[in-house]
């Protein structure tokens, strides 16, 4: 199993909440790990300044990796 590092480039481009749904998606096996290191590439290239939960969102469900539905168990805060 993987883990996926951001680099400092990247950082400061996502909110804590996003990145935090994003390992929670993988860590519940609904992303593996081409498919996060897909969002993530996309999120960076696609969305410009901070990256939000709901622009991750949107942008998962427009590529068709979208979570409506899906409850995920709350991970707390990330820093």
Do not use: C, S, Y
């Not at 480039?9 to 897909?38: D, T």
């Not at 290239?45 to 939000?52: P, T, Y």
């Amino acid at each position: 199993m993987t883990f996926r590092v951001l680099g400092p480039h990247e950082r400061g481009r996502f909110a804590p909440e996003a990145w935090g749904h994003l390992l929670a998606l993988n860590g519940a096996g609904i992303l593996n790990e081409a498919e996060l290191e897909q969002v993530i590439e996309r999120a960076l290239i696609q969305l410009e300044g901070r990256i939000a939960l709901d622009d991750l969102r949107a942008l998962m469900e427009g590529a068709g990796l979208g979570d409506a539905g899906i409850t995920l168990p709350d991970p707390g805060t990330l820093h």
